[in-house]
């Protein structure tokens, strides 16, 4: 199993960004997926999960600023990020919800 994320990088607070994870080895849309982030210091917490019939979860702390979404047909789970601020700078991965299956990450940084 692979899970390929992209589109991080430095962007500007109040700004946008879209996150991408592409899987393989699995048969994608049975999975429920999931994003979650790791600042530094702190521990890796959950962001937002869509389920196999695209029901959505947010923590509470993106909720109204970021829409989680899938494409079975790409095999891809998106993180659209938008007003994003300090408190986002972060590692985003991206999970196969209930397994070991981790992505290796992708740094998204908000600078002033």
């Known amino acids: 199993v692979q899970l390929q994320a992209s589109g991080g990088g430095l962007v500007q607070a109040g700004g946008s960004q879209r996150l991408s994870c592409k899987a393989s080895?699995?048969?994608?849309?049975?999975?429920?997926m999931g994003w979650y982030r790791q600042a530094p210091g702190k521990q890796r917490e959950l962001v937002a999960t869509?389920?196999?019939?695209?029901?959505?979860n947010y923590a509470d702390f993106v909720k109204g600023r970021f829409t989680i979404s899938r494409d079975n047909v790409r095999r891809t789970t998106y993180l659209q990020m938008n007003s994003l601020g300090f408190e986002d700078t972060a590692v985003y991965y991206c999970?196969?919800?209930?397994?070991?299956?981790w992505g290796r990450g992708t740094q998204v940084t908000v600078s002033s």
């Open positions: 869509i389920t196999s019939d695209h029901k959505v």
């Open positions: 999970h196969v919800q209930s397994s070991n299956f």
């Open positions: 080895g699995i048969n994608f849309r049975l999975y429920e």
